[in-house]
Structures are given as structure tokens and as C-alpha cells.
């Protein structure tokens, strides 16, 4: 796993700092915008079936509209909006899950393994549920059971899926000591004790002492900034851990984020 020193430059090389708010921006804020207006057209959509049926029709349209711009962005957006990432956390994602119920957990700047399975799984009950809505009131579909029925399931499964994620945030809030919610709106997240810093004084820390500096009591959990944990010292002659693509586009550079 990554020394607090290393965990130091990532950060600061990839997301611009605040020193007076101890802040990084991670998600920017066409993401914010959309995560937002998805949970409110979903919130609309599952409580108006049967009786505001025009309402509940808006509200599916709205929401391929919304998922039609997160497949874009997830290919044009700012780092932590990119899919590049998701597969490897993916395969991380099971042993990230048993350690977060063990209160055990590496601290992600970006989507953790079980925030990016929870993304992949909830788009794609999306897809299911708007697209069997749609043929549900076509006239070539209309009154097909198993439609109907996958339209049903996958809309149950989203609800069940939307109280697992705000447990999960909650859960994740406490561990971490850090109101997650909260940085959905603001689009900015804590920079851990050792690094509220200026950037400049930081580095210039770094390189003068090869020794990391202890973290502060409040940060006992791992900094891996949107990385999979990697070997500090790996053995002579061993295959070196993968690592992420790293994809900058005009919204990183926007945020001021630097290779």
C-alpha cells in the first residue's frame, strides 16, 4: 500500500487544493447537477405509478435523458466523473465491501470499489426499468407480461438499491468522519490532517524529508487517491500493480488538475 508521503503527491498532483478550507475538489459540477436531478426524477417516478401516470411518464423520459448525458460524461467528464477506473475497483469491490463492515476501509478521493459497484449496478437497473417502461406503453408491447414484469422487478430492485446506497453513505460518513452528502453539493472533500497544507509547503516537505510525517489521530484509514492499495516495496523481479489510466480532458484542466 502506498506511504502516507506518496498519498501526499498523488493528491496534490491530481485535484487543486483549497489550504484555507482543507479542501480538494473532487466532483465538478455538471456530475453534482446530475446525480442530483436523477434522485429527484427517480423519487418522482417510483411514487407516482398507477395514479399520475402522465407525471410518471415525464419523469422515466427525464431519466434516459439523464442517463444518456452519464454515459457521455463518463467518457468526456473530469477524472472522477471517467469510467476508466470502474473495472479495477470493480475486482476490489468484494474485499473493499467485507472490510467496510468491519469498519475497516482505504479512503478514496473519488468513487470507492463499492461506490463504483453500486454506480455500474444502479445504471443498469436504469436502463432495464426506463426501457421496459417504454415498450410497456407502446403499442406493439403493450400488455406483454414479461415486460411488465421486468419493468416491475428492476423498478424494485432501484428502490431497495437507493437504501442501500444512503445506508451505505451514512455508514461510510461515520467511518470516515466526513459528511459525504455534503460533498455531493459542494463538490469538495477533506483533505486528510497531514495535508491541509498549502500544495507548495507540502511538496517542499516531501522532498526535504524521506521519511513521511505520522498521520493525525483523526486519519488511521489508508489515503488512496481513486487508486487500488499498491505495494510500498515490491520484490525484485515481481510484475509491478497495474495502474489506472490517467485521461485529463478540458473539465480537468478547467478544475486546474495537472498530470
Known sequence: MRDAGQAQRSVFSETP???GSGTVAVWDFPLRVWHWSL????????VTPNTFDRLHR???YA??????????????GSRHSLFARISLKLRAAPQYIVGMLRGETGRYLGLNPAGAAMLVVMLALLIVSTISGV????IPFFGVGWIEQAHALSSNAIIALIAVHVLGTVWMSVLQRENLMRAMVTGRKRVPGIMRAAPAVA?????????????ADEEHVSVVPDLPPLRVNPAPGAAKPARMPRSLSIHDRRLGVGR
Open 203 to 215: 511538496r517542499s516537505v516531501a522532498r526535504q524529508s524521506p521519511e513521511p510525517e505520522p498521520m
Open 17 to 19: 487544493a483549497n489550504s
Open 39 to 46: 434522485a429527484a426524477f427517480v423519487l418522482v417516478a417510483c
Open 135 to 138: 415498450m410497456q406503453v407502446s
Open 63 to 76: 431519466v434516459i435523458g439523464l442517463l444518456a448525458f452519464r454515459l457521455i460524461w463518463g467518457l468526456i
Open 58 to 60: 415525464l419523469a422515466g
